[in-house]
């Protein structure tokens, strides 16, 4: 990796950082990056777990004021988050690389559907919330199902869990934004120790996209909410067709 391409893969790494705080999808960022630097598919997404961690935790810090009185959520639905991410990180390293590589360009064509139908599912969460203030009986499952998918491939699992806190409980949205980076930082920091055992990532894409990470999720936190989210969302559905475009050519 040379110099450029080391400050292409620290920047995506802050842009990822900010965007998980926000939405959740910052993979898209990071994960493009790291095939164009020529990481192959499966260590690029381990190392990408792996990096994304710290900034998945300053994240968390920096919304810490909206978790005061969720000490119950976190622990309930975090042991799921647990189980459903050690699940996605023994499917992508026992799976032949060909799995992953035919089925990650779907996944992220998934992520960008997510992301450009976010308002809708934000304001179908509403009317749900309204209508079942108590949460639904499904939510530790769908918990557990957005750990598998963000522990086999990372990008877009905060929206997945902001649609289900969402129909499931009633809430601020902050205060639920709040939760979903907890459960997103749990499942991250589990597949990283599980890869750290088990896995050979790239040591100097991680160590990138980590320093990167921890700028952009304390600036995402802290300065996220002025961004126009319409623009965001642009932007991060146009890299995550190019990581698809990428992975289809290879």
Do not use: H
């Not at 309204?130 to 086999?152: D, F, M, T």
């Not at 709040?178 to 459960?183: D, E, F, I, P, Q």
């Amino acid at each position: 990796m040379n110099t450029w391409e080391a400050l292409a893969v620290l920047l995506a790494g802050a842009g990822a950082g900010a965007i998980n705080t926000l939405v959740g999808s910052g993979t898209l960022f990071t994960f493009p990056v790291l095939l164009a630097c020529g990481v192959p598919p499966v260590t690029a997404a381990i190392s990408n777990s792996i990096g994304l961690t710290p900034g998945a935790v300053a994240g968390v810090v920096g919304y810490r004021r909206e978790l005061a009185g969720q000490r119950s959520r976190v622990l309930r639905l975090g042991a799921m988050s647990l189980l459903g991410a050690l699940t996605g990180a023994t499917l992508l390293l026992n799976l032949p690389e060909k799995v992953f590589t035919s089925v990650a360009p779907v996944l992220i064509l998934l992520a960008c559907l997510l992301i450009v139908f976010q308002p809708r599912i934000n304001a179908w969460t509403r009317e749900r919330r309204a209508a079942r203030p108590n949460g639904g009986p499904l939510l530790r499952l769908g918990v557990y199902g957005a750990g598998v998918y963000g522990g086999y491939f990372t990008a877009a699992q905060g929206v997945i869990l902001i649609s289900l806190l969402g129909s499931s409980l009633d809430d601020d949205m902050q205060r639920l934004n709040a939760l979903k980076n907890v459960l997103a930082s749990i499942v991250n920091a589990s597949v990283a120790v599980y890869y750290l055992v088990f896995a050979q990532p790239n040591w100097i894409a991680a160590a990138l996209i980590a320093t990167g990470s921890v700028v952009g999720g304390y600036l995402g936190a802290r300065f996220g909410r002025r961004l126009k989210p319409t623009g965001l969302r642009i932007l991060v559905v146009l890299i995550g067709l190019t990581a698809a475009v990428q992975l289809v050519l290879r």
